[in-house]
């Protein structure tokens, strides 16, 4: 009995710690956050949504044929306006002739409005959440005329971690993805683990890593391209996650850790430099 209640204690704690820094970055987020949609269109029909998701999209008035489409993913407590607003994608698309699809978490799904990407059952290949976002990208293609060979996920925090979910569970459907201070697939299976994961990071291999992305799908390249940021300082994942997220994608790609390693800053998983965003 000792040991499960350390265990419960130890879950308590960090979801206290999880729920006091959420509340304080909600808080200061707020400041100049829309307070209706506005530019975005919700879209109802986009197929039989098992994980519950609202889809929400943006294609510029003055689009380019055949446009690229940007997956963009909320972090935890945000909605797809909220996000659109700090991020500023929709004005990019304006800018580029890009459609932007947002994918929204309902509060009746997980109470913080965070995409649930510990549980298997929502990142797995063709279930959950994972399938409704592959739904909204079929819906979204077929309306505007989405160049299919240019489809990219991008998310924050935890919308980042799901990002990595899609680019884990449907590598054949994008391009490429940045993984912005989210955490990598398959790296929690249940609530405990997902917290333990954000405050301490895992301890595996870059091949334990990149074989639960080869396991995933009988996917087999060429994969896509990945985009890592993370600040240093960010007291709510560990930016370890992201030396992780590195690793399993060097893996994956074949790349020689020395040249993607070589120097302070964030990489793309082809070993090419990125500057640091803090």
């Given at each position: 009995?000792?040991g499960?209640k350390?265990?419960?204690?130890?879950?308590?704690?960090?979801?206290?710690?999880?729920?006091?820094?959420?509340?304080?970055?909600?808080?200061?987020?707020?400041?100049?956050?829309?307070?209706?949609?506005?530019?975005?269109?919700?879209?109802?029909?986009?197929?039989?949504?098992?994980?519950?998701?609202?889809?929400?999209?943006?294609?510029?008035?003055?689009?380019?044929?055949?446009?690229?489409?940007?997956?963009?993913?909320?972090?935890?407590?945000?909605?797809?306006?909220?996000?659109?607003?700090?991020?500023?994608?929709?004005?990019?698309?304006?800018?580029?002739?890009?459609?932007?699809?947002?994918?929204?978490?309902?509060?009746?799904?997980?109470?913080?409005?965070?995409?649930?990407?510990?549980?298997?059952?929502?990142?797995?290949?063709?279930?959950?959440?994972?399938?409704?976002?592959?739904?909204?990208?079929?819906?979204?293609?077929?309306?505007?005329?989405?160049?299919?060979?240019?489809?990219f996920?991008?998310?924050?925090?935890?919308?980042?971690?799901?990002?990595?979910?899609?680019?884990?569970?449907?590598?054949?459907?994008?391009?490429?993805?940045?993984?912005?201070a989210?955490?990598?697939?398959?790296?929690?299976?249940?609530?405990?683990?997902?917290?333990?994961?954000?405050?301490?990071?895992?301890d595996?291999?870059?091949?334990?890593?990149?074989?639960?992305?080869?396991?995933?799908?009988?996917?087999?390249?060429?994969?896509?391209?990945?985009?890592?940021?993370?600040g240093?300082?960010?007291?709510?994942?560990?930016?370890?996650?992201?030396?992780?997220?590195?690793?399993?994608?060097?893996?994956?790609?074949?790349?020689?850790?020395?040249?993607?390693?070589?120097?302070?800053?964030?990489?793309?998983?082809?070993?090419?430099?990125?500057?640091?965003?803090?």
């Amino acid at each position: 009995m000792k040991g499960l209640k350390d265990t419960l204690a130890n879950l308590s704690r960090l979801r206290d710690r999880f729920e006091r820094l959420l509340s304080s970055a909600a808080k200061r987020g707020r400041a100049g956050a829309p307070i209706a949609p506005g530019r975005l269109r919700e879209v109802a029909d986009f197929g039989d949504n098992p994980g519950g998701l609202r889809m929400l999209t943006y294609a510029p008035p003055k689009s380019t044929e055949a446009p690229a489409l940007v997956v963009a993913l909320h972090g935890c407590s945000q909605t797809a306006a909220v996000y659109d607003h700090g991020s500023g994608w929709s004005t990019l698309a304006d800018s580029y002739g890009f459609a932007v699809l947002f994918p929204e978490q309902q509060r009746s799904n997980n109470p913080n409005n965070c995409f649930n990407w510990f549980l298997p059952s929502d990142t797995r290949r063709d279930h959950g959440e994972a399938l409704s976002i592959r739904q909204m990208i079929e819906r979204m293609s077929r309306d505007h005329g989405i160049d299919r060979r240019q489809v990219f996920v991008v998310g924050l925090s935890v919308g980042g971690a799901m990002a990595a979910g899609m680019l884990g569970a449907y590598p054949d459907l994008f391009a490429g993805g940045a993984i912005i201070a989210g955490l990598p697939y398959g790296s929690a299976t249940n609530v405990q683990e997902a917290f333990e994961s954000m405050a301490n990071g895992r301890d595996r291999s870059a091949r334990a890593w990149s074989d639960l992305v080869r396991k995933a799908s009988d996917y087999r390249g060429p994969w896509p391209r990945i985009s890592l940021w993370h600040g240093s300082s960010d007291a709510i994942v560990n930016p370890r996650n992201m030396e992780d997220a590195l690793k399993r994608w060097i893996d994956v790609h074949g790349c020689p850790c020395s040249s993607a390693l070589r120097s302070k800053g964030t990489h793309d998983a082809s070993g090419a430099r990125k500057p640091t965003m803090m």
